[in-house]
């Protein structure tokens, strides 16, 4: 309480005693939502980033009425267990079923290029082809999946790109492992046809 009266008052010292007190905490929880597969989409870093932004946004307009001692951390435990779930629903959705995820790593058939396709410059209709594709895959993205493959074609870091769009660069590791088993996959089905 007297925490985020003093941030309400103008202390920025504050806002960073709440979020070094209780990110490491609130990180766990958030993990503890989450399964094995389902850690590989959702970055719990990015989930208590996204708690933060909520709870001091709201805070600011006094939305919150904290009486006893523990509530701060009772009301940030429960927006992370919200936000997280929210996630846990968004990434089972039908379109983004994790379910429907194979390990690559594992499987051996997985190439998606011959080394012989590689070793010779390609001619103009599969240069045409080639493009073709990619438009038609990027076109099946998420906004976010497009944006950050678009910026990794472009040859920005990781880095770069998590600062962009505001994710950790973890979560951008995954989404571009993620874009590059969609797209390992579709080139292996226009292969076998």
């Known amino acids: 309480m007297v925490l985020l009266d003093r941030w309400k008052a103008g ?113 103009v209709e599969e240069a045409v082809a080639l493009n073709d594709e990619i438009e038609a895959f990027m076109k099946t993205l998420e906004p976010l999946e497009r944006k950050v493959l678009e910026m990794r074609l472009q040859d920005r870091s990781t880095e770069k790109i998590a600062d962009e769009v505001e994710y950790s660069p973890r979560t951008v590791r995954r989404i571009l492992d993620r874009v590059k088993e969609t797209l390992t996959a579709r080139l292996n089905h226009v292969n076998s046809d």
């Open 11 to 123: 202390d920025e010292s504050a806002a960073e005693e709440i979020f070094t007190r209780y990110m490491n905490r609130l990180a766990g929880l958030a993990r503890s939502r989450l399964s094995e597969k389902m850690q590989r989409r959702v970055d719990a870093e990015d989930v208590i980033q996204s708690v933060y932004r909520s709870f001091f946004r709201h805070a600011k307009d006094d939305r919150y009425e904290l009486k006893r001692s523990g509530d701060l951390w009772r009301l940030l435990a429960a927006i992370t267990v919200n936000k997280t779930m929210g996630q846990v629903e968004f990434h089972q959705a039908a379109k983004r079923a994790i379910d429907g995820e194979r390990d690559w790593s594992e499987d051996e058939n997985a190439s998606v290029i011959s080394p012989f396709a590689i070793a010779r410059e390609p001619t």
